[in-house]
Structures are given as structure tokens and as C-alpha cells.
């Protein structure tokens, strides 16, 4: 089982490969000039950074919980639940 421990020890390129083949995309925002998206991996989550300008990948981190309920908490939407 991939650990985030693990995940932060690999290369970029190889993190990026590994969250667009297994990761689940949850959730998207927009800061600045990034359009940031974040996958749930395993049993942690991860933020991809990309800018449009230049077409690239600037930041791949891993995020908390608490942090992915703060930043994307517009988007979550619970309603169902109550059904």
C-alpha cells in the first residue's frame, strides 16, 4: 500500500504519474494563476498545481483533511445525505 510517506519520497514526475493513474480526482479551485486540483490517493489527499500560462505542474503536495474541508468546503455538498 502506497503511504504518503512514501508518495512525498518519490521524484515529481513520478508522483504526478502515479496520482493521474491511480488517483481519484475529488475536487478543483482556481488561486491566482493555478488551477489546483485535488485526488484522493490511498488514505491521503494531494494538491496538483498547474499553471495554465505556462503550461505546467509547479506544485504537487499533500494535504490534510482539514485543510481539503476548509479550501473546498463551497464545494462540498452534503444534501444527499439528508434524503
Not at 493521474?20 to 494538491?47: A, M, P, T, W
Not at 499553471?51 to 499533500?62: A, F, G
Not at 452534503?78 to 434524503?83: K, P, T
Request: aromatic share 10%; no cysteine.
Amino acid at each position: 500500500m502506497l503511504t504518503a510517506e512514501i508518495f512525498a519520497g518519490l521524484p515529481v514526475e513520478e508522483q504526478v504519474t502515479t496520482l493521474l493513474g491511480q488517483g481519484n480526482e475529488l475536487l478543483e479551485r482556481i488561486f491566482i494563476n493555478y488551477n489546483i486540483k485535488v485526488y484522493s490517493l490511498s488514505d491521503f489527499h494531494v494538491e496538483i498545481w498547474y499553471q495554465q500560462v505556462t503550461n505546467r505542474i509547479d506544485r504537487v503536495m499533500i494535504v490534510q483533511m482539514q485543510d481539503v474541508l476548509h479550501l473546498y468546503e463551497s464545494q462540498i455538498n452534503i444534501s444527499d445525505l439528508f434524503r
